[in-house]
């Protein structure tokens, strides 16, 4: 079992920065791959980026190319989404979650945080 707990969401302007961070429990979360996904006002829930157990791999959806980055600290049981460069279309929940593949389906996906908004105006 592990429990995802999203921090760092908030309200910034277009072009600004945000760092979500996300803090598991328990002592196996280094054998688990990691995703982010987002859902926005009226729309379905979506693939950000995602990273395997031990960090050397990670793969990101188009939107996030070049402006967000994931990471991990097997050490602090955290998983972390650097956001650069923010649009208003970056408006949404973000989610993290563990599974044991990284993939950008969510049915991949056994356990899930309870999501972290961000609000980026124009």
């Known amino acids: 079992q592990v429990q995802l707990v999203e921090s760092g969401g908030g309200l910034v302007q277009a072009g600004g920065s945000l760092r979500l961070s996300c803090a598991a429990s328990?002592?196996?979360?280094?054998?688990?791959?990691m995703g982010w996904f987002r859902q926005a006002p009226g729309k379905e829930r979506e693939f950000v980026a995602t990273i395997s157990s031990n960090g050397g791999s990670t793969y990101y959806a188009e939107s996030a190319k070049g402006r967000f980055t994931i990471s991990r600290d097997n050490a602090k049981n955290t998983l972390y989404l650097q956001m650069n460069s923010l649009k208003p279309e970056d408006t949404a929940v973000y989610y993290c979650?563990?599974?044991?593949?990284?993939?950008?389906?969510?049915?991949?996906?056994?356990?899930w945080g309870q999501g972290t908004q961000v609000a980026v105006s124009s």
């Open positions: 328990g002592r196996t979360f280094s054998s688990y791959a």
């Open positions: 979650a563990a599974g044991q593949l990284g993939s950008s389906r969510q049915y991949e996906y056994d356990y």
